[in-house]
């Protein structure tokens, strides 16, 4: 977690009890949808959903504070239903490593971090800091960070992506870059040609010169939704935060060169031109290095789905910031910061014909004083979420 910031951010004004990003959008100009097609599409969400997808007409609405229910998972059938435009939600989150003492203690936030991932509703997650270090799990048990949280997810019906190639050696890769997935909504694909359909590696695999994130992790599969999404690429980055010149030059480098990585991995596995979503903590925002890591990527084509038609930044005019500000130098802050100008690091950026952004949100729930409620809350950072809705794409 970079501990930077150029705004300190303003604290929005704390809406009443029970008070969604719905309700604006209801009183809003653009909220032109006869009722009772929103109240369909309320109905028709799953329980455990803080989302509503775009339909048709109706447009996708977020809560910042959900107040969700676990649904039983639901095994996939060869009936599933297939969505005329289909879309999934895919989320980011870096859960904090299990030895960070500037935070509480892994044991007193495991459960949170479960809870997060588990009543988020993503179909995708991609983990940043999900270690190896070794830590008390269910029962006790010992196991390392991430089968932890693997072991937590499986209540939401998750999985981690079963690695074909993993490049990282033991004693010299930070392994902390992983995927899950909804075995509900998503299914990992499998090749005939004994190529591997996911991975792991070093950021140095994808470009020479890096000093600080030469070890640093990335990891890869590729997935395909149930609701005829088609295949896609989904990779998920931990970047170095130092903030020296070299440290910015680190994720510049990798910024340029993830996108021939990436669709040169597409050209090998037979999946030339398919969509890509590259999510994780980029340690990178257009303040600190204008021309970085965001620069290099929206060069290649790359789209931020914080740019989505429905964010709560275009009806608030501010958004959640990062934890550490300027002037906030703990990660645990008694409440969420806003900013009109928001340092974000964490990043869910697509690239793929039809492949667009219906929605964004930061996944948090707050108790009515506006204050962080803990019973979630298990890291310095907070879950990034976006609709991503796959188009078809004519012949």
Known sequence: MGKTGPSSGKRRTQK???????????????????????????????????????????????????????????????????????????ASLNVTKANSTSIPAWSKRRDAIGRTINESNSDVIGLQEATSIKVNGANNERMTQLRDIQQLAVAGGYVGTNVGVDTCEPNTCIHSAHILYKQEKVKQLEFLNDLPSAGQGRLSEIVDGLKYAKNREFAWTYLEGLNGSGAFLTISVHL????????????????????????????????????????????????????????????????????????????????????????????????????????????????????????????????????????????????????????????
């Open 16 to 90: 009443a009890p029970g008070h969604s990003l719905f309700t604006d959008l209801r009183k809003s100009k653009l909220m032109t949808i006869p009722i009772v097609l929103v109240i369909v599409a309320l109905v028709a969400v799953p329980a455990a959903s803080n989302w509503i997808p775009e339909r048709n007409q109706v447009i996708p609405t977020i809560s910042p504070a959900p107040t969700l229910v676990i649904a039983k998972p639901v095994l996939p059938t060869e009936s599933a239903k297939v969505d005329s435009v289909p879309s999934l939600t895919f």
């Open 240 to 395: 170095n935060n130092e903030t020296n010149s070299v440290g910015k030059i680190d994720r510049e480098l990798v910024g340029r060169a993830i996108t021939t990585w990436a669709e040169e991995l597409n050209a090998k596995s037979g999946f030339d031109g398919i969509p890509i979503i590259l999510v994780g903590d980029f340690n990178s925002y257009d303040d600190r290095e204008p021309k970085g890591m965001l620069f290099e990527l929206a060069k290649s084509g790359w789209l931020d789905s914080f740019d989505a038609p429905t964010n709560e930044y275009k009806f608030f005019g501010d958004a959640y910031t990062a934890s550490y500000t300027k002037n906030n130098r703990s990660g645990w802050p008694k409440r969420p910061i806003t900013s009109s100008d928001p340092v974000r690091i964490d990043y869910i950026m697509y690239k793929g014909e039809g492949l667009n952004a219906d929605a964004y949100q930061v996944a948090l729930r707050l108790k009515e004083d506006g204050t962080f409620d803990n019973y979630y809350r298990g890291s310095d950072h907070m879950m990034v979420q976006a609709i991503l809705r796959f188009d078809p794409v004519a012949p």
